[in-house]
């Protein structure tokens, strides 16, 4: 049993055979991928990478299960898928490369298709062996789409649900290194009072009820200060508008992303900068984001808002917008944030304060379409009022 | 200047002269007054006292107007308003006796009343005269019946607001001595982010709804999982019960209770043992807290729910409850929360997720009548369903 | 299973039938006696309770236990034993009475027999019996005096050691509501790391020595900061000499504190106040503490600081002093503290930084024989050098 | 005014004007320094980086420095110096590049030169002279060799004593950051307590050694678990191995590493891996760490010991060895951790526990003597007992 200190859960026990995992290159690369990408720049504490990470949830993952064997789970659970849940739970990020949340809109693979993949070469896979756990398993815990046997399922529920390891981990750790009080999460009662359901994972009884809404709660306040702070929309649609170009003119391939860390994205780039939008790059990498020039909340009812929702729309009204504002195409940005759901789904309705209602404003609160352009440029296009006068975004 | 260590605030500055107060016997009272009663109960380490949480708001307060000042206050203040606000952060509880927010059934005077008046002895005000404070002033800002000028409205606002001293104090404390996450506020940077407003204390910024809303939902968690926690409400409920029959038979006067603290308050009562209900006192005092029996949300629709509401009722109608099920007045209670506003009222529509509707769910959601007896009756009472039977509740 | 929160170790789980014992007179006496006795006058947070800090001993001793059990203690100790040494932490302070520590002059009866004592009541041995553990077994762990067998030896190291539950829970616990970082251990880490020892308790290993170097400057600087803070020696040698005045002119019996709470103890005194020295209980009550007028290291060459040791003998030279100062005895004292030990013995030569000597440097640093007078009479003394001409103190 | 996150601080408040300088790539690449080097391979929660210590420093000195100003400060000290002291603390490490510490050895130029000559850099100062601050000044105050008056002889006695700025934002940050309680200081309580020394910086009085003591204390534990872990310096030697022998071979120059960050240190080297001592490189960046086969307290007395110290002896003697053990010479390393002072010279004798023999016992506790092998042969090399029969290091 090897012991791992951690600033968030103090002391990680893990057992010998598994940590051989983290002096894998794969994991090793999750040690050079910061978790919240370039919101350093913003909040210069929030420098924890996927690696801790993914330590911080497989030591959820075990104080989760270990507390529901307690209360029945050992009942219907086998050992060596005990060992693979705990796993799965350390490598449901080895497939995350840079940006990867935030390029959902290219065409790329599922960040759990290529972490299910890696847990199958050969390295992973032998290391998963010899721990006792079954590769196969752990692979089909972490990517949905692979076959899956009952015990398995209810892995799948217990790893990615409303009372998750993962979220247990990455709201607390965000807030913690971000230096804001928001994320906090009453985990160890969580995971003591957590009750097992074969079928779904964990029952959630009306006294767990509170610390649903509370998740609910922290993710609208983490994604309002953090997630979706203006600066890091800027610089991740920065980077997406320079990697859309790019793999659109075959400069790029998607391919060559996945291997990819926090710093060798930008090796890459640079050997590759024979195109307009890499100017966009370098924006990011020297801190010298775009400014926000017009915002607007997104309106269901706008239809420029939905087709702006899609990307290869939204770069052709770029290139419309930066021209009438006399700008180069590679000077402007339009930001679209996703639509989230913060899962109002699982919400028992009677059970909580929180309506589908009060959760969809949620979304409509955090939704806010932004056109950015390059700093030296900011103040004239403020002041010229042009954009105001563009009635069709309003 | 002497410095004084808190667990919350960490070093908590205090001029001398105003130090002098933390001796006088107004002041060492409540250092016996714990800040949440009876909670220490259920929560053990909640032994706080009313001093610390006075000298806490007396930082926050501190923190607040130095940082108003720097944002332009300094034009409209005068030098002794700014230490009669200090002065009435210190002592805006020095009224408070044990019970006092449970006991507004009773018609006791208000602890701000009482605050007032303990402001203007002779020994606070010679303290607050030397300070370079105003007594009058300071009186007058605790007390809002009182005489105000527009420098003291200010304060007042500061005081008792959205995000004031008080709750920035109350909610942190609470929270960390219970040893719950859910009340802690980004105290510091709602402290350097205010904007002073001559006539409403604090302006309330856009950016700043995020601090509105998380208070919001704090005191909203705070009362489910402490403040209202179902054996917080019984303790109370009981040496309510135990008050008001006192009371009422004018075996103790109102005026008795004012100078207790939490230790006299059970000694005065076992010297006026001669009624019934005083084996409510000895229930709370041996910590054999009356088990709940029926439990039903509070239900605006319902005659009879809203006919409890009054105390004097709510006596005659555990009268006759008892009577039926076979019990003594004494072994039965019932327990209506107050009113609580949340608020509300300050919330700008359109400028948070929070709709007057949520925010009156959360109240919806906390307010629940309830039945308890004493703990040999309740398996009793609870299998022979006599109560799910009483439909005028339902 | 019962989950108690506490600020410090967050949830205490405890097994209903031993969680009865919460709820007897015993135990409700230790919430009114806080752990730090008239600190909380200086250190306004410092009202945790001895309530509070047997709970966290429990919590810290099931962690231990547990750990030690997965490292082969399992092999030679016994389910019941197990239990009776939880119980033995829950219940170590049950006999403290206020001021337990600083009236070891007076010869009182120590707390360890007074709480193996009321662990063979009737009432907590039925408990105790209840949960499954040995009420005699439980005493034996807790009085050294009382007859043991070697499982109950292996119960008592572990209690009481170099890093034992009970110092690991209240340097922790002091410094957290005191609001000071000195006392904070490594507490998983030690948790996690020991190894047991069937003669010794625990085996420290070299790499152990840093936790135990810790806990040995950590009590130095708690012992510098707060438990001999000036404030706090000068208020408990006032009760000190207030109560060996009161039995030596049997005013009071010993019999008579040993059942007693923060609360009770002045009601008791303030009924029996026909006598000089009562004087110094008001002056702590009202916080009117005595003031310093000269101050020396402990010599351990000075025959009279050798003879002040010896409370008659100071009683006796607080007489003298008080006339040749023209004051009343009632207005002087002499505070000579204890001598403490370190457990300098349990270090291994060569293994630590910290030398026999280094320890013993601890001790001399920290004592410091103090003479105090009543607030009015301070100045006059101070100005007049009287003290300073003394010689032979100095 | 522009208020930057922190999980240590909080809120660190700067100006607008120093605030863009945080935007220059002098400072980005401080964003890509990790504060520790590779102790993120022991450490995983260690990735904070040496921009945000230097935010870090500047906080501290802020509220050092307000603090001495309200106690007399402001009476020999002028505006602008004030904001030269600051910028000092925010750019005294940005001459640093990976590795600074510990390649102390190779004949490289001191950072705090680099930093001084970064700091007179068009860029950095002309944003240093609009904020107010004087150029010249900053990097009198960071660079001791530069010619300076006696103001920023006292700015230089603040930014590097004994209770500075550097020293209580790394001792809180590393160990916050490790996950470890060692490092924690009473930052808030030095800053609150201190007295302004025109000749010294800070006036030490007797009250504040308790402070002086606790940062001693945490250094040598956080030597102990964290900078001098086994580990790390072993990471770390392996480095110095590599750069040591490609700047002999003139692979590489000095003066190419000045610009470096943690990845383009790789970088360089990949491209410049035409050397046996190249191997070393990659077993730091594959986390293949080499293996301690012999560990001996260093011995002052031991002619080879000293010899050893010698970092162009000990590249001849780890040739010798590696022959006798047959293996590569780039498979075998000799860490001799340098020499630490702890500051001894500043403690004043009588005033405080920590006698010199204690300090000095600090280092020769830390220091120890270590053959490292690559991990496939360090089996056989222990078993063999080769080493533990080589007497001329024992």
Redesign the interface.
Known sequence: MK??????W??I?IADELFEA??T?AF?RL??I?QLGPT??T???A???R??HS?GVYHVAMKLLDSLCKKGADTFITESGKKSFFAAALFHDIGHFPYTHSLKELSLEEHETLSARSVLTPELSGIIYNYGAEPEQVAAIIDHNLHSDSETMFYRKLLSGVLDPDKLDYLNRDA???????G???T??IL??TIPDKNNGIKILPEDM?NV??IL?SK??MY??VYWHKNVRIATALMKKALHSAITKKILFPEELYQLDD?SVF?LLHSRNKFDEYKCVLSV????LYKTVFEIPFDETNTLHLKLENLDYRSEYEKELSQKLKLENCDLLIDVPERISFESSLLIPGS????SK?VQ??T??LRKIRIAVKPEYSEAIMSSNILIEKSDLM
């Open positions: 012991i791992i200190r951690d600033p968030l103090k002391n026990s983290c002096k290159k090793i040690q050079n910061r350093f720049l909040y210069p504490g420098t924890h990478t690696a801790a330590l913690f290194y971000c230096g804001v009080p928001y906090i999460q009453d160890d009662r003591q009072s509170l809404e509370n709660f609208y306040m309002k200060a710093y090796s990498e020297n801190n010298q909580t304060v929180f309506s009060t404003d949620f409509i609160n």
